[in-house]
């Protein structure tokens, strides 16, 4: 027998039985145009789609007597002759409880539970690191590289040594480069979304051990969680290979799980373990590019040694 939920305002119920929409539908706790949805529908759809499958004709029969001041018997008919609108389309297709977007998936505001939560693995989480190592690379060196031509050009016209605004410039470019990070983790974690490009890319999300979305200081404590993970020689990150909930130490710390963008939302079927092209392409451009290094240390190594001997 199927599980049913029902839409109570803006808020999901169940599950109950059939039994329990029937009688739910008699005692008028609910209409026919009330939100429902069963495991196997591609989106919620009014009480009114499924009559036939609940058994409810008996029941509206009776809902459409005179006393109640509302005849239905044209909306069966036109259920039975199929005119009906179909679910997702007419009016209720602009429903809340329609068919998720992704981005309805990142920012729900309130977490669904009850169904099965797809934690990301630890070679998801490292592809989405990966794109955000780049993207944060990438803008730490224009902005230091701008930082350091204005000192340079500052000590110049100051008369002062190269070297001190070699120092100045490298200390500053470290502090901006921190605070760059800071700012994105910190930012894109406590956002709606709760994902960074990265974590957007392979579909993941960062949320409470519950569910909830992350505030900006769980998040920027997060970041600097992090800094814990790394000195203890990566093995805080590549504890999320083999804990439970594929937590990091940071996680643990700071009670967050990396899930999937569809996890504790009310289309839980559409989490996808598989690590996904994005993925596998960032991975195997890492590989290439650390075997690159690998091999470009030994010819340098070997060459500094032939030049001792």
């Not at 509302?70 to 297709?93: E, H, K, M, Q, V």
């Not at 998801?124 to 050009?153: N, Q």
Request: net charge neutral.
């Amino acid at each position: 027998m199927s599980e049913w939920y029902y839409a109570e305002g803006q808020q999901r119920q169940g599950p109950v039985g059939e039994q329990d929409i029937r009688q739910l539908f008699q005692r008028s706790q609910i209409s026919l145009d009330t939100l429902v949805w069963r495991e196997g529908m591609g989106q919620w759809a009014a009480l009114r789609t499924v009559v036939d499958e609940l058994q409810l004709q008996t029941l509206a029969t009776v809902a459409a007597e005179p006393s109640t001041g509302f005849d239905l018997r044209g909306d069966y008919a036109a259920i039975d002759n199929g005119t009906a609108p179909l679910p997702g389309s007419g009016p209720l297709s602009a429903s809340p409880y329609g068919a998720s977007a992704a981005s309805v998936a990142y920012g729900s505001a309130v977490p669904v539970h009850g169904a099965e939560v797809l934690y990301a693995g630890f070679w998801k989480r490292f592809a989405a690191y990966m794109i955000d190592y780049v993207i944060l690379t990438a803008s730490s060196m224009i902005i230091g590289a701008i930082v350091g031509l204005g000192i340079g050009g500052a000590a110049s016209l100051a008369g002062g040594g190269s070297t001190t605004a070699g120092v100045l410039s490298q200390l500053l470019g470290a502090l901006i480069g921190f605070g760059i990070s800071l700012a994105y983790y910190g930012w894109f974690h406590a956002s709606v979304g709760g994902a960074t490009p990265g974590k957007m890319a392979l579909g993941i999300k960062v949320v409470r051990s519950d569910g909830d979305r992350i505030s900006g200081a769980r998040s920027v404590g997060r970041y600097f969680a992090t800094l814990l993970s790394s000195l203890t020689l990566l093995i805080g990150y590549i504890m999320a290979a083999f804990t439970e909930r594929k937590q990091a130490l940071h996680d643990m710390i700071c009670d967050t799980v990396v899930v999937d963008k569809w996890a504790f939302t009310d289309q839980p079927h559409l989490q996808r373990p598989q690590l996904g092209a994005v993925g596998v392409v960032v991975l195997v451009l890492t590989g290439i590019l650390f075997i690159g290094l690998i091999i470009a240390m030994v010819v340098a190594v070997g060459a500094i040694a032939g030049m001792a001997g």
